[in-house]
Every structure is written in C-alpha cells, then in structure tokens.
C-alpha cells in the first residue's frame, strides 16, 4: 500500500501571519502610544509641555528635588536626552536646576511654585484618558499593570543578555 504524501509544512503562512503588523504586540503598543500623544496635546499644549516634558513634572511632582540621574532612571530616559528637556522646562521657569556643590557632577531638578502650581492644571489629564477609553478605573488600571509587568519582563531579559 503506498505511503500517503507528506503534508506540505504550514510554516511558510504561519510565519508570515507572524510578522503581520496587526499581530505585533509592540505596534499595538507604539500605535497605543501616539494615540495618548494625540490625546494629550491639546491638554499639554496649554501647560506649555511636551510629553515628555509632561512625564518629567509628574515624577517631580511625586518628589521634588531629584537629580537628572534619578529622573532618568525613572523615566527610563538617558541624560543626554533629559538635559535639552531639563533646559526647556527651566526656561519656562517650571524648574530650576542646579549642580551638587558636594559633587559637581550631579545636577539637581527643583519644581518652582509655578512649576508646582501646574499640577492643579495636570489633574485633567487622568480624567481625559478615563473618559476616551470608555473603560472603567478598575479596567485601565489592570492593563497598567500588566504592561509595568511586560516592560520588566522585557528589560530582565535584555539585561541578562547583556
């Protein structure tokens, strides 16, 4: 009796589908990520911040008096990035910044009253992402953390590898 053919492998359809854009985690994350842009730039635009800028004041806001090493850490940006936004911020007297007489090397962010003062203006932004989710606190809450929970797993892992 003859042998039945081979079944042809599905591979070749199952690794395209793979690397189709809507089947990308990250592209639903980045896509996710310029529609908070797009919501929060009118909000911003009146604040006189960037997005950026904006993620700054609210680790300023959390604690004051931070040095740039400290904010990038948190913020997960590189001083060489932060330093122009720092500038930026201190221009419009929303910071102050200042190096440790102790050691020179460090350059410490301090919110202004002004910069403290718009944090009242701020509070709409939580309550904007809330109503154009159409989903509950409890909801957005979860997937933060899940995504906190992704983001780790992911800088665990490219720090193992070095």
């Given amino acids: 009796m003859p042998e039945a053919p081979a079944a042809a492998p599905q591979s070749a359809p199952q690794s395209a589908s793979l690397l189709a854009l809507d089947n990308q ?3 639903s994350i980045y896509s996710a990520g310029l529609a908070f842009n797009r919501l929060y730039k009118p909000v911003l635009d009146a604040m006189n911040l960037t997005y950026p800028q904006y993620l700054v004041m609210m680790a300023l806001w959390e604690t ?16 060489s990035t932060l330093t122009p936004l720092l500038k ?4 419009t007297g929303y910071v102050t910044r ?8 460090q350059v410490q962010i301090r919110l202004t009253q002004r910069g403290r003062d718009l ?3 701020a509070l709409v932004c939580p309550s904007t992402v809330l109503q154009a989710s159409g989903r509950s606190m ?6 933060k953390e899940a995504t906190f929970a992704l983001r780790d797993a992911i800088n665990a892992f490219n720090a193992a590898r070095g």
């Fill in 138 to 143: 409890d909801e957005l809450m979860k997937m």
């Fill in 25 to 27: 985690l990250c592209f």
């Fill in 64 to 79: 004051d008096a931070q040095t740039v090493g400290e904010l990038g850490e948190r913020l997960f940006l590189e001083s």
């Fill in 98 to 105: 200042q190096r440790n007489p102790d050691d020179e090397r």
């Fill in 119 to 121: 944090r009242e203006q």
């Fill in 88 to 91: 930026r911020l201190e221009a």
